[in-house]
C-alpha cells in the first residue's frame, strides 16, 4: 500500500522529538514483511532513539477496518 495515496495514515513525525518518520515507513514495512529483523532494519535507516522506533514499531494500520463505516 502507498503511503501518500493509499488507504494508510502513518505518523509523520515521532511524537516526543518530532523527527520525520513517515518516509521511512514504506521501506520499514517492506523490508520486515519480506523477513528481516525490525531491529537491524531501523539500525539501517538511522532510526536511533527509542521513541522514533517506538512509533514504527508499534504503529498498527486500522484504515481498513474504520473504512467499512463510511456514511
Known amino acids: 500500500m502507498d503511503v501518500c495515496g493509499g488507504k494508510m495514515i ?3 513525525r515521532c511524537f ?4 520525520p518518520l513517515a518516509g ?5 514495512e517492506e523490508r520486515t514483511t519480506k523477513g ?3 531491529g537491524k532494519v531501523l539500525d539501517d535507516l538511522g532510526v536511533k532513539r527509542y521513541c522514533c522506533r517506538k512509533v514504527l514499531l508499534t504503529h498498527a494500520n486500522i484504515m481498513d477496518d474504520v473504512m467499512k463505516f463510511q456514511k
Not at 16 to 19: D, Q, R, V, Y
Not at 24 to 28: A, Q, R, V
Request: include cysteine; charge should be negative.
Open 10 to 12: 502513518v505518523p509523520i
Open 16 to 19: 516526543s522529538c518530532g523527527k
Open 24 to 28: 521511512l515507513y514504506s521501506e520499514f
Open 36 to 38: 528481516e529483523q525490525a
